[in-house]
């Protein structure tokens, strides 16, 4: 399997470290709000990655943080704990909040059919871990206290921008989100790895340390948490592009400072998904979660389709227009599924074969979905028999995850369940009428509504350049 590698910027052979195991870890979210549709992106595409290698045969053993302290509102160590913040905006406590939005955020993964990791672990729960980390770094002459703090000292490495050597003129011209300088380090590029001084004194969760009471640094909850439970030999790191600088270079510098080797072979990024107007943000405009998505009439499985047709190492920009098209192409596809009987013929390997290495290649490209989606398509075309196509259908979507089958079987037994809509025919033409209203209006949404609405009454619509066409499913 090829595997873009960000350390290398090439695609690469994926080999882990043990034959048959893969040790994956996953930046976890930040719960001092619910997670945008943005982030659930990376998620989506991590989760793509982990059970595709699962169906290649791998042991994957996947760790995720819950960063539930110490990430500042810039990644660059300043500002206020951005846990804080939200638990101030909702005059709750710090605590209180992570309990929620990090249950948020799993219901927002359950219905994307994002599996949890095998190990999710609040950055809370493993201090003794940063403590231990620290204090070896600070053993090894890689860190040093300065004004209370205990900072990496980046002078130290001989190469500290491992992903992408233009970070530093950025850094060094000050651009990172206009941030105050913070005078206690030595050099520019260093980072926190243990705060007892901040200028937000009101810091509401605290832990005494060798270097007094204080908390610990983002960077190092991730080192920590992975060294505990995947030891020093990681295979696959994930997280958003965002996360590479400064992020995952701390985690770097730091882990392998500290474990003397090299730490994780192959590093995994996931391009941003934007709105029309750029950067997505949980403050600007209309903040796009999963709930709104629902509320708007969208499955959320729609969006998950609208992110496989896309690459993950592409930018996606996100509208509702867009979304629709998804919609409706899932919506299709779901059909075309249903409209195939399980008891028609039977499962022959040998005509199955070259439908599934079509799917693996497109997989073992880099994570190809939307060529693999393209392979799903051509196996419906193909003269495979119905159940033939249906077994091969639910193992890709073990990958895929778009409740191909269940979906499918859901939409049959509805339709044998339906009245007959001898008498309906003016209802029927009504409710087309009024899905093309919508559709002009621009409100896709109710569009969409009024197809599922007829394919609930066992009616399929097709969009033909001479105008809408019905018939019964
Ligand atoms: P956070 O909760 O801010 O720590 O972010 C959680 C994950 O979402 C991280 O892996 C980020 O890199 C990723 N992320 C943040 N913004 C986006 C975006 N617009 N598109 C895709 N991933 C994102
Ligand atoms: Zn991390």
Redesign the pocket.
Known sequence: MLLYNSLSHTREEFVPNEPGVVRMY???????HY??I??????ICEDVLEKYLRYAGYDVRRVMNI?DVG?LSSDADTGED?MLKGARREHKSVMEIAQFYTDAFFSDCAKLNIRRPDVVQPATGCIDEYIKLVSGLLDKGYAYISEGNVYFDTAKLDEYYVFNKHERENLLAGVREGVEEDLSKHNKEDFVLWFTKSKFDDQELKWDSPWGVGYPGWHIECSGISLKYLGEYLDIH??????AFP?HTNEIAQSEAYIGHKWCNYWF??????DETG??SKSKGEFLTVSLLEQKGYDPLAYRFFCLQSHYRRT?VFSFANLDNAAAAYSKLIDRIAALDPEKGTVDEEAAAPYRQAFRDAMDNDLNTSLALTAVYDLLKSGLSDSGKLALIGEFDTVLSLNLLSAAAAQREKRQAAPAATEADAEILALIEARTAAKKAKNYAEADRIREQLKAMGIALTDTPQGVQWSRI
């Open positions: 996953t930046c976890g979210p930040t719960v001092y997670a945008h943005g982030n659930l992106r990376s998620y960063t990430h951005k994930c997280g958003g592009i965002d996360n992020h990024h996931v391009m941003h998904l934007n950067k997505m996606l």
